[in-house]
């Protein structure tokens, strides 16, 4: 569903840049837990687990209200290549905000690893444990993980491409703050 | 309204700005994974040291590979709940599994060529939390830091002639493990053994008061002292047996220690045993009522985490346990990986 809004709702462009700074900071946390020993390890686990978790609840309440809100339209001169690259790489990015809280969960089910939280919230497991499930989940949670640093990647490389080659209005449509459309050319 | 699509000149400039901000955010990503950082310490790194020199047994846990399960249950006694409001030290009987096990990378190790003996455990409550540790029968760990015990890993691969000594030389903290690991005075059986978590963590109790502790199971059979040369006449597989004939005949129990810190003990260094006479408490005793071998048992699938600890027990600055944990993941992802490499029998001998 399209809106005749040129922007993103407040809400929608709050979800959107604080879901930002969970994912980015997923990706971070998540090879330099991997990669190292050393005490951080432990707060860096719980903290994957802790923002997995709240990005997954915050990609439930983005979708509704992205249901409820619609998306401003693309500008009609976007040519189609782009626009069916715009299309699809949503796709990928929604997907992934689901998929990978759930293959990780699903991973430390299958590993028979308690999930808690901070807090000391648990979350049941929601697989038996089993050695190939695990395997399997845990390289699709790893090959995903790739993919989706390079989606996000992709999606700020096209963001900037819009704002600063373009200048079509995409950008602006979900900048954190103000609007910066009517402003005088460079 | 949209800008004008910009000129050719400051299109360059802003394409530039887009790949440099790619290449920053990847090579701040590759720096992260370590891609960049060779020397770091890493949990493969770490857990490859521990294979021998023809390699790791595919399927099996990088290190304690030789093991047996047991399922039980810890009474708690109640004593444990001044020290931490953990539902496991609350008085009641909570299920118990685990696996008795040798510190070594190899499965087929025979009994005798292994000093150090391990007790992994998993204590689960009725409030869902899960409580694992991994303990050893040492008194004190080999080593002060994570990066010293990896040293220690690598000793043996050395080219260095007296590499051995050269270590012990620079890592003075390895005299009380290494006068431990020397004494001919072992035991004839896993149920004779005191397993000790070495690691301190911090107990916090209801009221909110955090201490630093570090526990024992102590063995309530009597030890029956042999010597190495005497325990392989038995057999390379005698500890498997012994156990599993022995908690038949009857089970097994070892008594829970908490041993609490007084300000200024190392909680940081488990090399440095805590001066004699410091507050403990008996907090409950460790039943083992069966032995399962662990092909087919309850324990094979388990991590033994140190840091899966329930509300109540968090790690303290003792480096070793995120070390270990990082380690043991490691070491869980590569044999669940290779699951089709393990026996789906245990040998004879462990039946």
């Not at chain 2, 810890?74 to 004593?79: I, L, Q």
């Not at chain 2, 118990?96 to 204590?123: E, K, M, S, W, Y």
Request: hydrophobic share 45%; aromatic share 10%; charged share 15%.
């Amino acid at each position: 569903m399209t809106t005749d809004r040129k922007r993103f709702t407040g809400g929608q462009r709050l979800l959107h840049w604080a879901m930002a700074v969970c994912i980015i900071a997923m990706f971070f946390i998540g090879v330099g837990m991997v990669s190292t020993i050393m005490p951080t390890y432990v707060p860096l686990l719980a903290t994957h687990k802790t923002l997995g978790v709240a990005i997954f609840v915050l990609a439930l309440v983005r979708l509704a209200v992205r249901a409820r809100s619609g998306t401003p339209p693309l500008p009609a001169d976007l040519p189609a290549p782009m626009r069916l690259a715009a299309h699809l790489s949503h796709y990928g990015l929604y997907g992934l905000m689901f998929a990978m809280p759930l293959l990780g969960w699903a991973m430390l089910s299958a590993g028979a690893y308690p999930v808690v939280l901070y807090g000391d919230i648990r979350l049941p497991a929601i697989l038996p444990q089993n050695a190939a499930l695990h395997t399997l989940l845990w390289n699709a949670h790893s090959y995903l993980a790739f993919a989706f640093f390079a989606l996000v990647l992709t999606h700020v490389a096209a963001a900037l491409f819009h704002a600063l080659v373009r200048r079509d209005g995409v950008f602006e449509a979900m900048a954190p703050v103000g609007s910066r459309s009517g402003t005088p050319s460079r | 309204m949209p800008l004008p699509p910009s000129g050719p000149r400051s299109t360059l400039a802003s394409l530039a700005i887009i790949g440099a901000v790619c290449i920053g955010a990847t090579g701040a990503f590759a720096y992260t994974a370590g891609w960049l950082s060779p020397d770091r310490l890493t949990p493969t790194k770490l857990v490859d040291a521990l294979a021998p020199p023809t390699g790791p047994v595919p399927g099996y846990r990088r290190n304690h590979a030789k093991g047996i399960c047991f399922t039980g249950v810890f009474e708690a006694n109640g004593n444990g709940a001044a020290l931490s409001r953990a539902k496991a030290f609350a008085t009641g009987r909570h299920p118990a599994l685990g696996r008795f096990n040798l510190g070594t990378p190899n499965p087929g190790a025979a009994d005798a060529t292994v000093r150090v003996r391990g007790l992994g455990l998993q204590i689960a409550t009725d409030d869902g939390a899960v409580w694992r540790a991994a303990m050893i029968n040492a008194p004190v760990f080999p080593v002060a830091t994570p990066a010293a015990f990896y040293e220690l890993l690598r000793v043996p691969a050395s080219k260095e002639p007296n590499a051995m000594a050269t270590f012990v030389a620079a890592h003075p903290e390895f005299a009380p493990f290494g006068a431990w690991a020397k004494s001919p005075d072992w035991t004839a059986s896993y149920a004779q053994e005191p397993y000790n978590g070495l690691n301190a963590f911090l107990f916090t109790n209801a009221s909110g008061t955090e201490q630093a502790v570090r526990w024992s199971f102590r063995p309530q059979a009597q030890a029956e002292r042999i010597t190495p040369e005497d325990l392989a006449k038995r057999g390379e597989a005698y500890l498997e047996r012994e156990i599993t004939e022995r908690v038949a005949a009857a089970p097994q129990r070892w008594s829970l220690i908490l041993t609490v810190a007084d300000p200024g003990d190392p909680t940081a260094d488990p090399s440095r045993a805590w001066p004699e006479g410091r507050r403990s408490v008996e907090a409950g005793t460790l039943v083992v009522e069966r032995i399962e071998p662990e092909a087919d048992g309850p324990c094979r699938d388990i991590n033994f985490d140190p840091t899966i600890l329930p509300d109540g027990i968090r790690v303290s600055d003792d480096p070793f346990p995120a070390a270990r944990s990082a380690a043991y993941a490691r070491s869980y992802d590569l044999r669940t990986a290779e699951a089709k490499d393990y026996p789906k029998r245990t040998s004879e001998a462990g039946r």
